[in-house]
T-cell receptor
């Protein structure tokens, strides 16, 4: 049973556009929601993360929106650039000392066209 | 500071063979883990460790063994390789409540 569902599977956006990736979770014990970026041949790297005490977190062009009642969170990439082309994974974890026991979504392959 | 180092980068095994994927970190992190990445399935946790001498199972532990004799090293052993273990393996490390850092991956093919 997939605990973190991610959509869409792939996304094509024009340069300068907004990229939106959505995730939904089931386990209400989750309290840490990171997004990872992965380039081909590389390991995932933390992009931005949020905890449920806030509904939004912004870092540069990247924003996480969090809806606790709906058990959903999303990544928005503003002014998308070709260099943002990568695979993006949402993840979730919860409980004492378990921010490292990440449950990942299936990933979204983003292509930003110049 | 090398971060998380995985070896080998690429490996081809025959069914039934055993091998060890090595992982080392130089950041004095107490937490280390192994994930496997398969197309359309994201990353799935195989085993993890919260400190030297302490290991536990993740989502998909069957067919894999781990040990943590030092803070720096966390090898993953495939006991009898099967084609279903063809995957990309990532080692990760971190401190509780903080960022998890991933290695660059080990591509394993079992024929």
């Amino acid at each position: 049973q997939q605990q973190v569902k991610q959509s869409p599977q792939s996304l094509i956006v024009q340069k300068g556009g907004i990229s939106i990736i959505n995730c939904a979770y089931e386990n209400t014990a989750f309290d840490y929601f990171p997004w990872y970026q992965q380039f081909p041949g590389k390991g995932p790297a933390l992009l931005i993360a949020i905890r449920p005490d806030v509904s939004e977190k912004k870092e540069g062009r990247f924003t996480i929106s969090f809806n606790k009642s709906a058990k959903q969170f999303s990544l928005h990439i503003m002014d998308s650039q070709p260099g943002d082309s990568a695979t993006y994974f949402c993840a979730a974890a919860g409980g004492k000392d378990s921010s490292y026991k990440l449950i990942f979504g299936s990933g979204t392959r983003l292509l930003v066209r110049p | 500071n090398a971060g998380v180092t995985q070896t080998p980068k690429f490996q081809v095994l025959k069914t039934g063979q055993s091998m060890t994927l090595q992982c080392a970190q130089d950041m004095n992190h107490e937490y280390m883990s192994w994930y496997r990445q398969d197309p359309g399935m994201g990353l799935r946790l195989i085993h993890y460790s919260v400190g030297a001498g302490i290991t536990d199972q993740g989502e998909v532990p069957n067919g894999y063994n781990v040990s943590r004799s030092t803070t720096e090293d966390f090898p993953l052993r495939l006991l009898s390789a099967a084609p279903s273990q063809t995957s990309v393996y990532f080692c990760a490390s971190g401190r509780s409540g903080n960022t998890i850092y991933f290695g660059e991956g080990s591509w394993l093919t079992v024929v």
